[in-house]
């Protein structure tokens, strides 16, 4: 499939797990990828590994996400795609009793505030040849209660999901789509850390979930692709749940 050539995309996270399937799988469908991450080592790796480029930023540094975009368009001439994807799971005890501010904050700072930045410095490039795709990855704990505790992360992910379906709506008319996209669980570093605490937290969690399996991150990289692609043309604000069917149980 060559579906995406000629486009550009900013990937963040594109180091690990669901950020580095998509960035494999646009490259494999044409695209040019910028992977952004804040662990250089691994992020150089997979930018090699899809013949893109590696910024090595934080995506809750202002000024180094503007210079995300800046690099990219001054790199490749255009920005088409923006997957806003970096986001991490807090350390320990997520649940409302346990929770510390300072806690509570950087997950909303990472998760949150990491896609107001992006969204908010890739617009302007996209705006000007009228066009393009932003996908924000929130997650199915965006819409239902998964009975998990996780508190600052599910605040932090229906903050993403509200924020996507505004923008959606509010550039549908200059051809910009913007969709919040809800994996279920994927079978990646960040939950396989999580299950290593708490491994019947990991049995309990599969239970609920029809097709009784974890999704792979590739699994999660092919709905990437297509809400990138032209043939999500008609798709925007859209809470895109990729889950196994848990959340229509
Ligand atoms: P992961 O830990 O494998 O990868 C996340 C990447 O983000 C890492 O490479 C990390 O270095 C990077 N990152 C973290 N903080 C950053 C920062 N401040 N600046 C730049 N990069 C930073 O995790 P994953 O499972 O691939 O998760 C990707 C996204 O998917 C996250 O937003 C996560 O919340 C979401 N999600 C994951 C699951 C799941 O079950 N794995 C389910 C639903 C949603």
């Known amino acids: 499939i060559t579906r995406l050539q000629g486009r550009t995309a900013v990937i963040t996270g594109a180091a690990s797990g669901i950020g580095l399937a998509t960035a494999r799988r646009l490259a494999a469908e044409g695209a040019r990828v910028v992977c952004v991450d804040l662990d250089a080592e691994n992020g150089a790796k997979a930018a090699a590994e899809v013949n893109g480029r590696f910024i090595q930023a934080d995506v ?14 001054d790199a490749y001439g255009r920005l088409d795609i923006a997957f806003n994807n970096a986001g991490i799971s807090p350390p320990d005890d997520d649940s409302i009793l346990t929770t510390g501010l300072a806690a509570w904050r950087r997950v909303q700072e990472v998760n ?53 379906r505004e923008l959606g709506v509010q550039f549908a008319r200059e051809g910009i789509r913007v969709n919040a996209l809800c994996p279920g669980p994927v079978n990646t570093p960040l939950l396989r850390e999580l299950f290593a605490k708490d491994p019947e ?34 798709i925007t604000a859209n809470t895109f749940l990729v889950d196994g069917g848990i959340s229509g149980a």
């Open 60 to 73: 809750t540094d202002e000024e180094a996400v503007r210079a995300v975009y800046e690099e990219a368009v």
């Open 201 to 234: 937290r990991a049995a309990r969690r599969l239970v609920h979930v029809p097709m009784g399996r974890f999704a792979e991150a590739d699994e999660i990289a092919a709905a990437v692709a297509f809400l990138a692609s032209d043939d999500a043309s008609f």
């Open 112 to 164: 949150l505030t990491s896609v107001y930045l992006c969204c908010k410095y890739a617009i302007p490039h996209m705006r000007r040849h009228g066009k393009g795709s932003i996908i924000n990855t929130a997650s199915f704990v965006a819409v239902m209660g998964a009975a998990t505790s996780q508190i600052s992360y599910s605040a932090s992910k229906g903050g993403v999901l509200a924020m996507s």
